[in-house]
């Protein structure tokens, strides 16, 4: 019991002991604002560094897996081409035989585990309307199970149907743009359109879905593949393949169903790669951090410059102020202070030297996004891990470049420290 109230003694007066290191620490920094502030810059140009490039690319990563890597739910891409990164990769793939439509019936009849499957084709035309002009518009050329995989839906009209499909039905669903910019203030269901030669009708208009990266997502005419084939098709034109699986941990066992049929209709020997492409939310998300990998490469770099500067100068200011106070260094000593009650003092005060820089560095950042946020498209999102690591960061080096100047001065001694002139 006495050594229980004996721990309990001691804790009680190494708390103390504590807060007042912590007054003692904030009257000094109050006392000297200008010198803090110039002494804290480096870390504050750190902090904000680092919060700020993390911010923009955890927007970027979330906007991407949403906006560009979401190819649809449980849903993956056969392609001729895939993700290449050199020109050694699109040379070697160019040279891949085309898929056709008889590889989309191929896996139509041989899946099992895939709920939905569609072929699509596209390019690039002039639309016209009348005397209407919309230029450089999406022509999407695609099965009916294309859109609900791509998760298109209609505001008005319908959807392609099977019927469509089978009779090469001149008929079209078009996207928000195109209507509004073809028909404004009309009802455009009913009405023809000239996509390119031919002439279609409009049986649909598609729910908008804005942009990407600045890019209008609504600035298409989807009509059926045969359709879209029997005008617009090259003969070393390829059809992509839109997979979607039942589950989502389906997916990986869908993936190598569809590449068993696939390979074994292209004859492809046992030892050599795929003569396709099989893309997925996860290759294409591995793609975009390889490249946002060297941006944060840079920004870590710069920021460990601005972390050692910014630590070399808060050493120094701790060393000048040892120095100003060796008097109350010595005072204090005298009066019963232990080496280790100034070791702390100036560990503390080194420690939230650093600290508050960090904590200006991290409203900075988030004043910065805010305002990017506000005036520009950039989707910008600040994790409270960045928060965090930010703080702990910035507060360690303050530790770290705080210790000798705290050793020098726990080290003084109180006669010679009272000698000394102020």
């Not at 001729?80 to 898929?99: C, S």
């Not at 410059?305 to 050493?315: H, N, S």
Request: glycine fraction near 8%.
């Amino acid at each position: 019991m006495q050594k229980a109230s004996h721990y309990l003694t001691e804790a009680r007066q190494s708390s103390v002991a504590l807060q007042e290191t912590i007054r003692l620490a904030l009257d000094t920094l109050r006392a000297h604002k200008l010198r803090t502030f110039l002494t804290l810059l480096g870390v504050i140009l750190a902090v904000t560094t680092l919060v700020a490039v993390m911010s923009v690319l955890n927007g970027l990563n979330v906007y991407v897996a949403d906006k560009i890597a979401n190819l649809g739910a449980n849903a993956f891409v056969i392609d001729r081409i895939g993700i290449v990164t050199n020109f050694e990769e699109w040379n070697k793939a160019r040279k891949r035989p085309p898929l056709h439509n008889d590889d989309l019936e191929a896996l139509r009849g041989g899946m099992r585990l895939a709920q939905e499957i569609a072929g699509e084709q596209d390019t690039v035309a002039d639309v016209r309307a009348g005397n209407i002009l919309n230029e450089n518009v999406t022509i999407l050329g695609a099965t009916p199970g294309f859109a609900p995989i791509r998760e298109i839906e209609v505001s008005n009209g319908r959807l392609l149907n099977e019927a469509d499909e089978a009779h090469r039905s001149n008929v079209c669903v078009v996207g928000a743009d195109v209507a509004n910019k073809l028909f404004p203030g009309a009802d455009p269901i009913g009405k023809e359109i000239r996509p390119g030669q031919g002439q279609y009708e409009i049986v649909g208009v598609a729910v908008p879905k804005g942009t990407v990266f600045g890019q209008p997502q609504d600035n298409f005419v989807l009509m059926p593949l045969s359709t879209y084939q029997k005008v617009w098709q090259a003969p070393q034109d390829s059809v992509t393949f839109f997979v979607q699986s039942r589950t989502p941990e389906g997916m990986p066992a869908a993936e190598d169903e569809a590449r068993v049929i696939l390979r074994s209709r292209r004859h492809v020997p046992y030892k050599d790669d795929d003569n396709f492409a099989i893309i997925e939310p996860s290759s294409i998300m591995g793609l975009w951090n390889r490249i946002t990998g060297n941006a944060f490469g840079i920004a870590v770099w710069v920021t460990s410059v601005f972390l050692v500067v910014g630590g070399v100068v808060i050493m120094n200011i701790m060393l000048a102020s040892v120095t100003e106070r060796t008097r109350e260094i010595g005072l204090r000593k005298s009066l019963g202070a232990r080496r280790h009650h100034i070791l702390m003092q100036f560990l503390v005060e080194s420690a939230l030297l650093s600290a508050t820089g960090g904590a200006l560095g991290v409203a900075l950042a988030i004043g910065i996004a805010q305002l990017v946020r506000a005036v520009t498209p950039i989707p910008i999102s600040t994790p409270f891990f960045a928060v965090i690591i930010s703080l702990l960061l910035s507060t360690a080096v303050g530790l770290f470049f705080g210790i000798y100047p705290a050793m020098r001065a726990s080290r003084l001694d109180p006669i010679e420290a009272l000698r000394a002139e102020t």
